[in-house]
């Protein structure tokens, strides 16, 4: 069941402006992101897809899954793309101390092991004392434009391509996961959403 809109409203972005919701561009220019990997299911075939049409993209990387699959990480970094935070252990952020809340972020950064100011509150959820805190900290939070939902098992793979076709437009910031629940609707998706795009002159870029 869907919790959230497909394309994020526009009174969403005016309530949150210190978020980053999309990128403003006049460019051919959109940004894939992906959540809670690495995962050996899914995360190296999201990369060698991403390979065959020259496209970066932005990855939250949960901090547990980097511990566990380190050499999965390696490769995300040595194809280019670009890293972030997702916390240590992805944890819901309106259930959560912000105290408690940002040792998860610190433990993530610890495993992360690299110099990133990207953050992504797991399930969108963070509250306006975290995300100031945070942002404090140097830290940039990024939400996003177009979330496919490509984790819920309710949406087929065909709706979860329609939800990112018809919904991206130029500098949008788009939400896929590389984790094993979302794995089956996202391997029909990716390759279709970056050829449809690719044929379009667009450009699929990291997000920094």
């Known amino acids: 069941m869907k919790i959230a809109p497909v394309k994020t409203p526009i009174v969403a972005k005016k309530m949150f402006p210190n978020y980053v919701w999309d990128i403003a561009t006049t460019n051919k220019e959109l940004y894939l992101t992906f959540d809670d990997g690495p995962t050996p299911e899914i995360t190296n075939w999201t990369l060698t897809t991403l390979k065959q049409y020259n496209a970066k993209a932005t990855f939250f990387c949960i901090g547990a899954n980097v511990i566990k699959y380190p050499h999965i990480y390696k490769n995300i970094i040595n194809d280019g793309h670009t890293i972030g935070n997702h916390t240590q252990n992805h944890i819901k952020g309106w259930q959560s101390k912000t105290k408690d809340y940002l040792r998860e972020v610190e433990e993530a950064q610890l495993s992360i092991n690299k110099d990133i100011n990207l953050f992504r509150p797991p399930y969108g959820q963070i509250s306006p004392k975290q995300g100031k805190a945070l942002i404090n900290l140097g830290y940039q939070i990024i939400m996003w434009d177009v979330l496919s939902f490509d984790w819920d098992n309710d949406i087929?793979?065909?709706?979860?391509?329609?939800?990112?076709?018809?919904?991206?437009?130029?500098?949008?910031?788009?939400?896929?996961?590389?984790?094993?629940?979302?794995?089956?609707?996202?391997?029909?998706?990716?390759?279709?959403?970056?050829?449809f795009f690719s044929e379009k002159g667009y450009e699929f870029k990291s997000l920094n």
């Open 156 to 195: 087929s793979a065909e709706k979860c391509l329609e939800n990112v076709i018809s919904k991206s437009k130029t500098g949008s910031i788009i939400v896929f996961h590389d984790s094993v629940k979302a794995s089956k609707n996202m391997m029909f998706v990716l390759p279709k959403v970056l050829e």
